[in-house]
């Protein structure tokens, strides 16, 4: 069976190439051992790490268009041809910019200029300096080494402007063609010590192929890695299901690749449901799709409703970030637990589109997942190992319909208001939808000036973090923003002193956790009983709790005290109540701790209730809380 690319080792998160076969007589990539028009192996590219190359569809063409005609005054070698693109590392989106087998151009969102900006690669150099307006500057002979250099004005000879500095040039110096910047405007550059900076130099023209190609060729020249694909993914489905009872389910987001899943699904048995989570936060588009694809397809949709949970939580812990997304376990996880408690009592086995190459915390992935906030839901991953270009190739391939906010250029479909959608995806909403930006954009501002943060975090993206990395910290010095180490919410853990030696015996650490008061005290004393025995007092607020070996002073203001034998105990048993505090007054009522409960210890009265007889303090509610690790970001 011919399967193409081999992917027994996965392609790692870190630095360095991937490499893709071109076919030049057909102008598609390969992704199997050969074209299947033509029977040619094609014309080896490369591409940087992870390789997740995918086709440049609707207005992410016209953006390119645009820059090439901005830039370079021509835009027409695009046309019926075709482009892919591959995300690589940057501070919002950076693609590889793949044509005619060549990587041409990176394409980035300036976060500082808030639009689109094009870094020319050397072999799109070659391509345009035959055809190219302006932006082109030519050099005097003579110039010497060029690779790196910062030339002067003097060594110019012709300028094609008009141009920025900054811009992207192409540089010419007798046989040499090489990709540059400005670094200075085209009407003074003659004049300047510093005009043109080289970055890579070559020869010869890359001549543009007179043959057009579409993606319906691009399916041709693929069938059978394609079919391929299929047929591992179908049997996989179908050999672990019938070694099982557990009826089949879909998750189906309205997403790309849960749309490959149903494809292959949908041939691996006629029975199973489909699982539409509505956040609350989903576009419109994506509603619309979804139940218009469920009826098409004659499928029993079941939709799991968060209603308002996101905008009912949000006050308290302030806007999800990267590092702190607490809303895909309120909006996500906690409807679809009950959906599946109460539609599949005896468990389901549900198939989800997860993909190796979308994240480095899935890049680890199997193709069995036991989900382990729903112990009765099996996870399958039948695509893992697909690149998104495969993805494409499959959904074309069988003719199913997509999200067509696709063709709005946005790269990931989910929650309109996700902090781990790009900047330039945030744009775009804004152009879609000015109400929905509108509503999450004020809120932002108003979490801004309560919460003390400079206004630029919003117009800037800085609330997509709660730890900001060093790429947005050198973006904030550069740009004069004062940078917390963490972003400020209303949460706020201050130590009154570390862990340090005892005079009593032990160790002891002690501090405040101030955390909005929702709940009376009651609750806390309820939470605290998940981390051991308790006495308190509710007339002084005083909880104090005992463990085999360590003790525990939780205060209602927010103090806590805690010794232990050890210093990892003390730290230990402080965690455990300060979570418990956390709990006690944030509580969603998600019900995600209740099925965690192997005691079945816990219920929920507008907050947790525990059961002192049953609770066996092993911890897993804890575990499971969304709220209990906003802890791990206070102490980050």
């Keep these: 069976m011919k399967y193409g690319i081999h992917f027994d080792v996965m392609p790692r998160f870190e630095h360095g190439k991937v490499g893709f076969q071109w076919c030049d007589g057909c102008g598609t990539v390969i992704l199997g051992d050969s074209c299947d028009v033509c029977s040619s192996r094609g014309r080896r590219f490369e591409v940087s790490k992870p390789g997740d190359l995918r086709p440049a569809m609707g207005r992410t063409v016209s953006v390119l268009k645009s820059l090439f005609e901005r830039h370079f005054g021509v835009s027409h070698f695009l046309n019926n041809r075709l482009v892919f693109l591959n995300k690589v590392a940057g501070e919002d989106r950076t693609d590889e910019v793949v044509f005619q087998g060549h990587v041409i151009a990176a394409l980035r969102y300036d976060l500082r200029a808030r639009d689109f900006t094009l870094d020319l690669k050397l072999n799109g150099a070659r391509l345009l300096a035959p055809m190219a307006s302006k932006g082109v500057v030519v050099l005097e002979h003579g110039t010497g080494h060029l690779k790196g250099k910062n030339l002067p004005g003097r060594a110019v000879r012709e300028v094609k402007g008009p141009f920025k500095a900054g811009d992207p040039l192409i540089v010419i110096a007798g046989s040499h063609i ?48 394609i079919r391929a694909l299929e ?47 509505n956040t609350g936060l989903e576009f419109p588009e994506t509603l619309r799709y979804v139940r218009d694809f469920a009826h098409g397809e004659r499928r029993k949709l079941l939709v799991a409703d968060a209603g308002t949970a996101f905008w009912d939580n949000v006050g308290d812990f302030g806007p999800p970030a990267k590092d702190f997304r607490w809303c895909c376990k309120v909006c996500k996880l906690a409807p679809l637990t009950e959906l599946i408690e109460g539609h599949f009592p005896k468990g389901t086995i549900t198939v989800e589109g997860n993909r190796a190459l979308e994240s480095f915390s899935r890049s680890t992935i ?13 996870i399958l991953n039948p695509i893992r190992k697909w690149r998104a ?10 003719g199913m319909d997509y999200n067509p906010l696709y063709d709005e250029d946005y790269e990931r479909i989910g929650c309109y208001l996700c902090p781990s959608c790009l900047e330039s995806e945030w744009r775009t909403t804004a152009n879609l939808h000015p109400d929905l930006h509108g509503r999450w954009d004020e809120h932002l501002r108003q979490w801004a000036e309560r919460s003390g943060t400079d206004e630029r975090f919003i117009g800037y993206g800085f609330w997509r973090w709660k730890v900001f990395p060093p790429k947005m910290r050198r973006m904030a010095e550069e740009m004069d923003i004062p940078m917390p180490h963490m972003r400020s919410d209303t949460l706020e853990l201050k130590w009154v002193k570390g862990v340090s030696p005892c005079l009593a015996g032990g160790h002891s650490a002690e501090g405040v956790l101030l955390v909005p008061r929702k709940r009376d005290f009651s609750r806390v004393v309820d939470a605290l009983r998940t981390v051991g025995k308790v006495k308190h007092s509710g007339e002084y607020e005083i909880a104090l709790v005992k463990t085999k070996d360590s003790t525990l002073k939780v205060f209602g203001g927010g103090q806590i005290v805690a010794v232990g034998p050890t210093p990892e105990k003390a730290r230990a048993i402080f965690e455990a109540g300060a979570k418990a505090l956390l709990r006690s007054q944030l509580c969603t009522q998600c019900g995600i701790c209740l099925r965690s409960c192997p005691t079945k210890a816990l219920r929920l009265d507008d907050g947790i209730v525990v059961n002192e007889e049953k609770c066996t303090s092993c911890g897993r509610c804890a575990e499971a809380c969304v709220v209990a690790h906003y802890y791990d970001k206070l102490v980050t």
């Design 178 to 225: 090489c990709s540059g910047a400005a670094r200075a405007d085209s009407d003074v550059l003659r004049s300047v010590d510093k005009a043109v900076g080289v970055r890579d130099v070559g020869k010869e023209v890359l001549p543009l192929a007179k043959r057009k190609a579409s993606w319906t060729g691009f399916v041709n020249a693929n069938e059978s890695h």
């Design 231 to 277: 047929s591992k993914a179908v049997s996989d489905i179908r050999s672990y299901a019938g070694n099982n009872k557990e009826p089949l389910s879909l998750s189906f987001s309205g997403g790309k690749d849960s749309l490959a899943c149903y494809g292959l699904l949908s041939r691996a048995s006629q029975r199973f449901s489909m699982i539409f989570v």
């Design 366 to 378: 199997g193709f069995v997942e036991r989900n382990p906030f729903v112990p009765n839901q099996t």
């Design 389 to 398: 270009v495969d993805v494409w190739a499959y959904i074309w391939y069988r």
